[in-house]
């Protein structure tokens, strides 16, 4: 009985490892905060991630954002770069157990740049930001390294937009576009690329060959656009926003993020919920759920929160010139909630004038 409900299991991850629910992609991404809540944003976010999340939440000011992503084997994962360095050598890796434990799953390391500027214009507040992207992906087991899967990739985008508040409603919306690339394979359009770690040469046509010819890679264009509104009623607010990539490498094809929400705040106090990706017919209902909420003490805020069924967490300081900013949270790789999921850290540097 034990061994059949282990090949079901196996069976399904690997249909899963195909089919991957990516929860960053080329021009989306979401601040630390929103991560530490529980992945939600369309109720609470705000600043210049505004004009990609919800246009309708725009605020105004000058803002520079500087966010690593990191998986949770970062104790670990430092050991490889010898083995990246020189590839020659990746047969000595066989031999350390404790890297290839910390090697096993599904792990993701990322980057995330972001700048911009609002302003008053009227009763209209408009602007526009810039960003930077960078993430590697694998998905390893110590059981089929015939089988590994790697990739990387890369894009920069900007943005212009506005909002507009109509009494106790907001709008907003947002346009623009970037160029996008792989750089892992290094030749090809398949994400992730599969790899045979025992071959002679499982690098080939995989890693770049001349690394400083990598941002030759990124030379797709894409085109995105967000809108959004925003219904105050006393302390509780409904939101919805709607963000899509018309030519998404990742998926290969447009890509359509339709979020609603609702949040209330009293005092110090925010709770909220959101049923995030709508129109994604594949996840079911628990896998778009979020939940989270924030305490508000001034120089700091507290961050908890529920995402596809894990548990979400974060601090933000704001001190003298620069907010920092951590949090725990989980990607779900799968379409089912608490399935497939990766642990993360998160941190946030950032300033707004």
């Given at each position: ?64 954002k500087f966010s690593p992503g990191l998986s949770n084997n970062i104790a670990e994962i430092t050991k490889l770069i010898p083995y990246i360095s020189n590839p020659a050598s990746i047969t000595d890796l066989a031999t350390d157990t404790a890297l290839l434990t910390a090697l096993q ?203 596809a069924g894990w548990l979400t967490g974060g601090v933000k300081l704001d001190i003298p010139f620069v907010k920092i900013g951590f949090a725990a949270y989980v990607y779900e790789y799968s379409n089912f909630a608490g399935l497939m999921g990766e642990q993360r850290f998160i941190l ?6």
């Open positions: 009985m034990k061994k059949k409900i282990i090949i079901c299991l196996l069976s399904i991850l690997a249909v899963l490892g195909v089919s991957y629910q990516w929860e960053v992609f080329p021009g989306f991404f979401k601040p630390v905060e929103s991560l530490a809540m529980g992945g939600v944003y369309t109720t609470t976010v705000d600043g210049i991630n505004a004009l990609i999340l919800n246009p309708a939440l725009f605020t105004g000011g000058f803002e520079l799953g599904v792990h993701n390391y990322d980057l995330n740049l972001a700048a911009g500027y609002g302003m008053q214009i009227g009763n209209f507040l408009v602007g526009g930001m810039g960003g930077f992207q960078a993430s590697a992906f694998w998905n390893l087991s110590l059981m089929k390294l015939d089988d590994v899967e790697l990739g990387a990739w890369m894009d920069y985008f900007g943005v212009v937009g506005g909002a507009l508040k109509f009494e106790n409603i907001r709008v907003g919306a947002a346009f623009g576009g970037g160029m996008a690339g792989f750089i892992i394979p290094a030749t090809g359009t398949e994400f992730p690329a599969q790899v045979n770690l025992l071959g002679s040469d499982p690098f080939a046509g995989i890693l770049p060959d001349d690394p400083s010819k990598i941002l030759a890679a990124i030379n797709k264009p894409f085109f995105i656009a967000s809108a959004g509104l925003a219904y105050d009623i006393e302390n509780v607010r409904l939101g919805m926003s709607f963000f899509a990539n018309f030519n998404d490498i990742l998926s290969n094809g447009p890509r359509y993020v339709l979020s609603a929400g609702v949040s209330y705040t009293w005092q110090f106090l925010t709770v909220a919920a959101e049923l995030e990706d709508i129109l994604n017919q594949q996840k079911t209902i628990f896998r778009k759920l979020n939940f989270g909420l924030m305490t508000d003490f001034g120089f700091a805020k507290l961050y908890g929160g529920l995402h946030s540097f950032d300033t707004k004038f």
